[in-house]
Structures are given as C-alpha cells and as structure tokens.
C-alpha cells in the first residue's frame, strides 16, 4: 500500500521539497525532517503508511480494509480532523471492526448511511445492554434464543465490507450512535418473521429498517 507523499505532508502541515537530481523528496515538520525517494507513480511521490511515524509521530496499523480519507470541504484539513478518521480501538479491537463492518454490508447493503449506522449500533447497543454476549463477534452469532441474524447462516457475513460501510462501523465503535436504546431492526418489506413487530416496543425508521427497544 502506497500513499501520496506531498498531497498528505502537506494536508497535516508540513513542507515538501524536491530535488529534481536525486529525484527524492524531504518532508519538513517543525524540527524533524526525513528524506525519501521511494515510489514515483505518474510524477507523484509515493510512500508506504509506515514513513509518516518519524515525521508526525502517527503509528500505522494494516488493516483488512486499506483505506485513507481526506476530506477538505474547501478548506485545509487540520492534523487532528486528518487523524480522527483513523481508528482509536479505545474499548473495541481490530476483530470488532472486522465483523461489525461485515454484518452492516449484509444487512444493509445498497442502504443509506444512515440505516448502515443504524445497523451497526444495534449491535453496539446489545453488547453494551448486558442482555446479549459481550463482543460484536459473539453478538453477531448469537443464537441463545434462536438464530438473531441471518446473514450468518446464508453465508452474507462473509462479505467483503464496502467502505461505507466500513466507516459506518468504525464511527458506531468510536462513540456515533442515531439509533440509542434500541436492540432490534428489521425489513418490513422482506422480514419472514413479524415476532420482532409483534412483540417489541417500536422506536422509529431509517431507511427500509424499523427498529424496536
């Protein structure tokens, strides 16, 4: 995995320069500066993640999911909001991130945003609940009152996550919750079962999801 060299230093705030001889580049940042000359693709500087550490302290992690998100909205992206869209695993781990992301695509793939957050909180709020198992994993698989979620015996759960819905899970694990205090969702339009329906407290609608305490 290589990353954009100048676009990224210069996003986090620090200076880039090249030298056209040695055809490498010396990313500057307060008083540390590192020289590279690793990867030119179609005249960019290209970097593996694991440059950034001595220049900006970042430590990298490989994840199944190679992903990195700029967002600049017109203005320039301050280190902080840059790196807040990095995981924290502050109570969670990389193996929640991983399962937690694939049940949000089989349940709500070709969903919106939002219901793929939705999703992904549910499952959040029954392993916090007390009432289901302690980890996203065993959440998922539950099945002390029958099978909970069908993509686990379907085969759906083994997806690859779309980046979606892959951030989707990672912003329900870093704190992001639109759907507080409920423990079920379902599709009224494709659910075999109206048990849920019928005997659950309903709570509101996101997408093609009604979701119940």
Same mark, same amino acid.
């Given at each position: 995995?290589?990353? !954009?060299?100048?676009?990224?230093?210069?996003?986090?705030?620090?200076? *880039?320069?090249?030298?056209?001889?040695?055809?490498?580049?010396?990313?500057?940042?307060?008083?540390?500066?590192?020289?590279?000359?690793?990867?030119?693709?179609?005249?960019?500087?290209?970097? !593996?993640?694991?440059? &950034?550490?001595?220049?900006?302290?970042?430590?990298?992690? +490989?994840?199944?999911?190679?992903?990195?998100?700029?967002?600049?909205?017109?203005?320039?992206?301050?280190?902080?909001?840059?790196?807040?869209?990095?995981?924290?695993?502050?109570?969670?781990?990389?193996?929640?991130?991983?399962?937690?992301?694939?049940?949000?695509?089989?349940?709500?793939?070709?969903?919106?945003?939002?219901?793929?957050?939705?999703?992904?909180?549910?499952?959040?709020?029954?392993?916090?609940?007390?009432?289901?198992?302690?980890?996203?994993?065993?959440?998922?698989?539950?099945?002390?009152?029958?099978? +909970? &979620?069908?993509?686990?015996?379907?085969?759906?759960?083994?997806?690859? !996550?779309?980046?979606?819905?892959?951030?989707?899970?990672?912003?329900?694990?870093?704190?992001?919750?639109?759907?507080?205090?409920?423990? &079920? &969702?379902?599709? !009224? *339009?494709?659910?075999?079962?109206?048990?849920?329906?019928?005997?659950? +407290?309903?709570?509101?609608?996101?997408?093609?999801?009604?979701?119940?305490?």
């Amino acid at each position: 995995m290589y990353l !954009p060299l100048r676009y990224i230093c210069e996003t986090l705030g620090a200076s *880039v320069t090249w030298n056209p001889d040695t055809k490498e580049a010396t990313v500057a940042r307060g008083e540390k500066s590192k020289t590279t000359g690793e990867k030119i693709v179609n005249d960019v500087m290209m970097t !593996p993640p694991d440059f &950034f550490e001595d220049v900006f302290g970042a430590k990298t992690r +490989q994840l199944s999911y190679n992903i990195i998100t700029i967002n600049t909205n017109g203005k320039k992206t301050t280190e902080a909001e840059a790196l807040a869209v990095l995981p924290r695993y502050n109570n969670y781990t990389e193996e929640d991130l991983e399962w937690l992301s694939k049940i949000v695509e089989a349940e709500a793939k070709g969903e919106s945003y939002p219901s793929k957050l939705g999703v992904a909180n549910v499952i959040i709020n029954r392993r916090d609940s007390g009432l289901y198992p302690s980890t996203i994993k065993d959440v998922i698989f539950d099945r002390k009152y029958g099978v +909970q &979620f069908t993509p686990t015996i379907n085969g759906a759960i083994n997806n690859s !996550p779309s980046t979606e819905s892959y951030i989707a899970a990672l912003e329900a694990l870093e704190g992001r919750n639109n759907a507080e205090h409920t423990l &079920f &969702f379902m599709n !009224p *339009v494709i659910a075999k079962s109206n048990w849920i329906a019928n005997n659950r +407290q309903y709570a509101f609608t996101i997408g093609r999801h009604s979701y119940y305490y």
